[in-house]
């Protein structure tokens, strides 16, 4: 016999789908929901459903906007010519919490998993390619996770930015070995930016 309604088991099931949300977080979730009122029901309802309408890529640096440019690669004070690769926007998030990096973006959208079916044509990198050679890039800051596919992904574009133009660097130390770097604290990030390497 189930005791929980149909329509609250939906919701439940749904929230499970989110990362790192599993079966007691989704349904505490959904129950507090439940408590709301339903206007901020509807209210959350209404963001979720416009969220895709609103939402688009950058065509300069693939981050999520609502204008095009985004508001860092349409910011005349950023040093366009400094370019910071990471895999995802959290990433971008994190990094820019820190208040150090005053050079522009170009997320990758991911990471090298051939194991996945996930390679460079995948990915952005040859966003990043045409970037370089039309924009005069002159530095490449690759902050790509300390992750096994981090690791691959920056090990693959410093091979394959050789000779491009730019100088290649990578960050450098503070950001342990296995870790995500949307996790590290600010402290971290900024000195892994402003210590960063020749890749």
Do not use: W
């Not at 300390?146 to 090990?155: K, L, M, N, R």
Request: a neutral charge.
């Amino acid at each position: 016999m189930n005791i929980v309604p149909p329509a609250l088991d939906k919701l439940i099931a749904d929230f499970k789908k989110l990362p790192g949300i599993g079966q007691k977080t989704a349904t505490r979730l959904a129950l507090h929901l439940l408590r709301r009122p339903v206007e901020e029901a509807r209210t959350l309802a209404g963001d979720l459903a416009g969220l895709h309408d609103a939402i688009k890529l950058c065509s300069n640096c693939f981050a999520f906007s609502e204008h095009d440019p985004c508001a860092i690669c349409g910011d005349s004070r950023r040093d366009s010519s400094l370019v910071c690769v990471v895999e995802e926007s959290g990433d971008l998030m994190a990094i820019e919490k820190t208040g150090v990096f005053k050079g522009q973006y170009h997320i990758l959208h991911g990471v090298l998993s051939p194991m996945d079916g996930i390679g460079p044509g995948e990915i952005k990198i040859n966003d990043l390619e045409q970037r370089i050679r039309k924009q005069g890039v002159r530095e490449v800051l690759i902050a790509t996770s300390s992750t096994v596919p981090g690791e691959a992904t920056a090990a693959y574009l410093s091979h394959h930015l050789q000779g491009c133009g730019a100088r290649v660097t990578r960050l450098a130390c503070g950001i342990p070995i296995g870790m995500d770097i949307k996790y590290a604290d600010e402290l971290t990030l900024s000195r892994a930016i402003e210590a960063r390497k020749n890749a």
